[in-house]
């Protein structure tokens, strides 16, 4: 599985996750990907301003 996280900051405390995406795979027995099995995506309006840049 993969998954990608984007956040307002590096502040685990303050800062939060405004996008998820995750994609799960299938594999061969030795672990090579072959397929996408599932995929995910979310957003989160943020509860603060994002600074551009």
């Known amino acids: 599985m993969l998954l990608d996280a984007e956040t307002t900051g ?11 995406g995750m994609v799960k795979f299938d594999y061969t027995p030795d672990g090579r990907v072959v397929g996408v099995r599932e995929t995910f995506s979310a957003f989160n309006e943020p509860s603060v301003t ?4």
């Open 10 to 20: 590096l502040d685990h405390v303050r800062d939060e996750i405004i996008e998820l």
């Open 50 to 53: 994002i600074p551009p840049g």
